[in-house]
């Protein structure tokens, strides 16, 4: 039997028992719902997939490293001697150079900022969103301020340990967070998660038998009469 594209479904459907009417064929196309439980199931996995959402600054960094460039410059002191002061000038603008790439390599990376939001704590993974693209990273793989300072003071030991301690005193006012948590931007991103949930699992095509007399009416096929 097909049903006409504009008769009522009036049949009683009790899962578990054979199908007592005459076999039924699709009319028309139609989609096959989902199940409120399956539906249910889908959202939560959906919600566990969304990680805390923290915005990268680009800002930041360009600020803070010029900030440490001009306190940098301004601490050095001139040579009379002009040999040795180009020797010295050339020497400086080598450790400047050095210090402006440790600290652009820190930023790039991240200096995350956490706050007090229980949604934040005892985490492994976040969604960094830098220039409106985002991007899941294991949070170990960001710097905090201290462990910011500990990276850089190492590379400073390795390569100019004669001013490492000096320069330490200037890079740490360079440092500042460039990764904040946004609750918005998290909200939005858990809704659109669960828009994209489709409410429907597969197709009936025209002129396809949805039950047949005296087949079992297992969970597909009950789907499909819902449907």
């Not at 229980?118 to 693209?133: D, G, M």
């Not at 590379?155 to 946004?182: K, Q």
Request: proline letters at 4%; one cysteine or more.
């Amino acid at each position: 039997v097909a049903l006409p594209a504009d008769t009522q479904f009036n049949y009683e459907t009790r899962k578990g028992k054979p199908w007592p009417y005459e076999s039924l064929i699709a009319p028309f196309d139609f989609a096959i719902y989902k199940t409120e439980s399956e539906l249910t199931q889908e959202r939560i996995e959906a919600m566990q997939n969304v990680h805390p959402v923290f915005v990268l600054d680009t800002i930041v960094a360009s600020e803070k490293i010029n900030a440490f460039k001009q306190e940098y410059e301004s601490t050095l002191q001139p040579d009379k001697n002009i040999l040795r002061s180009r020797k010295i000038i050339a020497q400086q603008n080598r450790e400047l150079e050095f210090c402006i790439s440790l600290l652009s390599e820190t930023y790039e990376k991240g200096i995350i900022q956490f706050d007090e939001q229980p949604e934040i704590q005892n985490i492994s993974t976040v969604t960094i969103i830098r220039n409106n693209v985002a991007e899941d990273k294991d949070i170990s793989s960001l710097f905090t301020i201290r462990s910011a300072l500990e990276h850089i003071s190492k590379e400073l030991e390795r390569s100019v340990p004669h001013i490492t301690h000096w320069l330490m005193g200037i890079i740490e006012n360079a440092l500042a967070h460039n990764v904040y948590y946004d609750s918005n931007k998290a909200i939005q991103i858990q809704r659109q998660a669960l828009e994209n949930i489709s409410l429907t699992r597969g197709m009936v095509q025209s002129g396809e038998s949805i039950i047949r007399k005296g087949e079992l009416v297992d969970n597909d096929k009950f789907q499909k009469l819902q449907s």
